[in-house]
């Protein structure tokens, strides 16, 4: 066997058993990933997973939730499959929705929504934003924004300016007028 082939048959036994979950079980793949299958433990979090995680099965578990960013430090993850779990369709859920979306937009119809009562038996990919609500996240009004108010009282101090130099110039050509009058 040439020296890499044994070289990368101990990367992949050790990255296989280094960081798998104990609830899952890890299999080195021949492209340097690794397959992690979590089917049917009932996992009610999601475990934490190897850095080389490339796809990923967590079919069938208790999962209500993916933390916002979860998948994030798995650079390499291509598949997940997240069907039957009981997901809790909120605000939370938009950052699996969007992966999903991002990487397999056809799994979306099969993930089924849980709770809550509103979007029960529904599929995540149907639902609007209105329905998955928007977790306080608001777009901020033009007229709260500190650079609109820097923009108003700018405006403001040229208008006064305007106003101030008018004045000025207007009393300066009656001082004038006076004087001509005066002395004609
Ligand atoms: C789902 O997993 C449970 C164990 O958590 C198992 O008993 C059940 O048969 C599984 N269901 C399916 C459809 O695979």
Request: proline share 8%.
């Amino acid at each position: 066997m040439p020296a890499w082939g044994a070289l990368f048959l101990l990367w992949a036994v050790v990255e296989a058993t280094k960081d798998c979950p104990s609830s899952c079980t890890c299999q080195p793949l021949e492209t340097m990933g690794l397959w992690v299958d979590c089917i049917g433990q009932g996992l009610t979090a999601l475990p934490t997973l190897p850095a080389h995680t490339r796809h990923l099965l967590l079919t069938n578990n208790s999962l209500h939730e993916v933390p916002p960013g979860a998948f994030d430090h798995l650079p390499q993850l291509q598949t997940l499959e997240v069907t039957q779990n009981p997901w809790h369709c909120d605000c939370t859920l938009t950052y699996l929705r969007l992966w999903l979306e991002d990487h397999a937009p056809e799994t979306l119809q099969y993930v089924v929504c849980a709770s809550p009562s509103l979007v029960a038996a529904r599929p995540l990919g149907q639902l609007t934003g209105y329905e998955l609500g928007n977790c306080g996240w608001q777009l901020q009004t033009p007229w709260a924004s500190p650079g609109t108010w820097w923009d108003v009282a700018l405006v403001a101090v040229g208008i006064l300016g305007l106003a101030l130099l008018a004045g000025l110039l207007c009393t300066t050509s009656r001082f004038q007028n006076q004087a001509w009058s005066r002395n004609p």
